[in-house]
């Protein structure tokens, strides 16, 4: 099934958030479509939530930048959002928002992953990144599946190993 990216960018937007997280995707309570973040560029959906924890007081504010792609997401997807991602943080450095927490999230989604380069290898390095790729089927609709990176295979390399398993390490030495 052929589709835009608008479209995908509507079904996020308009859709219950119960159901985007039955079908893989957990965004915040509000959505931006398409906010124009000068001088930065328009992103396809900014969404955001306010939490207060009453114990300490403390307002945390959570913002994620939805990336789109009708295709394959790569380094440029991500490149982008962060670009918005830094609008936004200029924003929010106003003294307006000193007393919140602010915890942004970036999430890229597309039919497929771009494989070619390194690209996802950085993905999995950055905190609050996530990549999701979707499907759509006549009977179920449109799905999203994260990406989960692939565990660690048991060919590392010796100086890996020693790294990730001291006690072998500490086991050479008293041995």
Same mark, same amino acid.
């Given at each position: 099934m052929n589709i835009l990216e608008k479209e995908i960018e509507e079904i996020i937007a308009k859709a219950d958030l119960e159901l985007l997280e039955r079908s893989g995707l957990k965004l915040r309570l509000n959505t931006i479509i398409q906010p124009n973040l000068s001088p930065y560029g328009i992103a396809d959906l900014i969404c955001y939530e306010a939490n207060k924890d009453l114990s300490t007081g403390i307002t945390t504010l959570y913002l994620q930048v939805i990336e789109i792609k009708k295709e394959k997401i790569d380094i440029y997807t991500l490149l982008q959002a962060s670009k918005y991602a830094k609008a936004l943080r200029a924003i929010m450095s106003d003294k307006r928002f000193d007393e919140f927490k602010i915890v942004t999230e970036i999430l890229l989604v597309g039919k497929k992953i771009d494989y070619s380069n390194n690209f996802i290898d950085l993905v999995e390095f950055i905190d609050n990144v996530s990549v999701f790729t979707y499907s759509i &089927?006549?009977? &179920?609709? $449109? #799905?999203?599946? #994260?990406? $989960?990176? /692939? /565990?660690? +295979? +048991? +060919?590392i390399c010796p100086f890996l190993k020693n790294l990730l398993y001291p006690e072998l390490v500490m086991n050479s030495l008293i041995g």
């Open positions: &089927d006549m009977t &179920d609709g $449109i #799905k999203f599946t #994260k990406y $989960i990176a /692939p /565990p660690l +295979n +048991n +060919n």
